[in-house]
């Protein structure tokens, strides 16, 4: 845990200002109250926020019922998330916002358009009555493998209302790795698109659907909705047309009143092994958490246009494009497409046209724009920002203070948000109108959440000793389990430590108490503020008729934080060589998708192995990343092995 020391010399704090501190939804005084109440009783706390936040059809009679490591929150009670999402934004004393923006999307090329929540919830009836037509029931999954268009969020809200978990599968991944995730979840319906714009081009979605289809017998129908007006072959029976399906449906639809613990999703996250885990969230629990911490953390207010750059493909879309900011009644931004299209500017020139408020993203994007150069952001008037996030992978200080300094103009706070795809919502933040923030630290766990750095042995780390970071209490918004696999679930996030969450990131405490997240522990990389699993894209290698062996692991980078680089044994009679390098890189793309392409490729003979055969990715690691070996090399099967990959050139 080598960042200890360079992250401790960070001395620069930023307070809020008293005027961001006076208008704040959560300020000092709300932030002690709530912070003592749930220190006395986190589960008093969540059920106030669910009381709160969350509108329900019938309350809770038990807040948790918790038997290690098998949670159920607000037991008994019984609410819809699409409901409370838009139905209850168009009643009562929030019956004006039927004609407030709920969704402003921008398409890659420049066209919009603009739902108003009476308008949203219209379309949404209308889907979640194709969804019925088609017999998709509740409890039945639907895999939705879409562009980031306004449907993307119509059918998540669709499925939500009638009650059949959605699995998402971010439109990057490939038809295999599509098919892969269907076929674990059962899934009874896709929904797709024929296209979505990327850089100017068409991503072929539907093509991928087809591939993906031939071995996925679950698949009863396919809704395409139409994009791109790209040709696609349309089979009879099975696929259908979004625009022709909506056409004939019924505006009205009675959202169902679920209980709190009826799955609302299935996300695949990477693991160490290659099978992708289905991290599975529920619906009473999930909403409180993405809800409150929405609320509090983006300080959503109802005149502010809030635009989170993640795809909704991942869990941070899930929580913080859709469910967390509907659910509070607020206009959320979404962009189709990539953010140097058609130039550097796209982002800031987005944030200056549709005076954007409030902007959260990733410190990989950060990065870029570093690099991309000052004078873009320059161009343009964002004096419309009144706050920043940042998620996905530690942020580094010189990063933090362009993003505060060229982005934020100096005067908005920006929340550094720790948190994960198991944990549904916001772990670790600051509080912007109350948090003094430190450039590189996610600062202190949002009440109610019992975040520790352990050591090895399970106590607290002294600070600023580095360690283990876990979750002493269930959340609302912890995951469930992992779909079909209660034993790994335990084996992966239980057995550690007894009955206490194991994050899989290093961490440490300073003498304030402040949390500094390190990475991962385990051979999982962070790729632009992504899990990939090294198993998945070696596997991928395997698959290559002409490979024997592969091992990957990240080495540092620049912008996207991690790079892969892979370390390939070819079959004999290969022609190692450039050529044969960016043939691997087209097959993993076409395998995995593009953000597991290897950055470097090295040919080798052998790896680093142990006695027992176990590959010694940490020594790779160190090859990769140009280091000396410093680590105990004493179990290494072959030491001339190292020697040669150390001569070894990247290909
Ligand atoms: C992993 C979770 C949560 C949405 C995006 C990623 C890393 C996340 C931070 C942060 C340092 C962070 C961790 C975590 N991470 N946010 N603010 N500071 N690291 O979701 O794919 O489930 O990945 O991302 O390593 O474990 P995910």
Known sequence: MADIESLLKEKRRFKPSAEFAKQANWNSRTVAEYRKLAARSPQQFWAKMARENVSWFTRWKKVLDWEPPFARWFVGGKLNVAYNCLDRHLEGEHAWRRNKAAIIWEGEPGDQRVLTYGQLHRE??????VLKGLGVKKGDRVALYMPMIPELAIAMLACARIGAPHSIVFGGFSAEALRDRINDAGAVAVVTA???FRRGKPLPLKLAVDEALKGADSVKHVVVARRCENPVTMQEGRDHWWHELMDAASPNHQAAKLDSEHPLFILYTSGTTGKPKGILHTTGGYLTHATTTAKAIFDLKDDDTYWCTADIGWVTGHSYVVYGILANGATTFMYEGAPTTPGPDRFWDIIERHRITIFYTAPTAIRTFVRLGDEHPKKHDLSSLRLLGTVGEPINPEAWIWYHRLIGGKRCPIVDTWWQTETGGVMITPL???TETVPGSATRPFPGVDAEVFTQEGKPAKPPDGGFLVLRKPWPGMLRGIWGDPARFREQYWSQYP?????GDGAHRDKRGYFWIMGRIDDVMNVSGHR?????????????????????????DDITGTA????????????????????????VTREIGAIARPADIRFTDALPKTRSGKIMRRLLRDIASGKETVGDTSTLEDYSVLAKLRESEEA
């Not at 002409?546 to 080495?555: F, I, M, N, S, T």
């Not at 004999?572 to 691997?584: C, K, N, P, R, V």
């Open 532 to 556: 990939i699993g090294t198993m998945e894209v070696e596997s991928a290698l395997v698959s290559h008729e002409q490979v024997a062996e592969a091992a990957v692991v990240g080495r540092p």
């Open 499 to 503: 009955n206490i969450y194991f994050a």
């Open 564 to 587: 892969l680089a892979a370390f390939v044994t070819p079959r004999a009679g290969t022609a190692a060589g450039g050529a044969f390098a960016d043939e691997l890189r087209r097959h």
């Open 194 to 196: 024929d296209g979505g």
């Open 432 to 434: 912007p109108g109350e």
């Open 124 to 129: 949404v009836c209308k889907f979640a009555n």
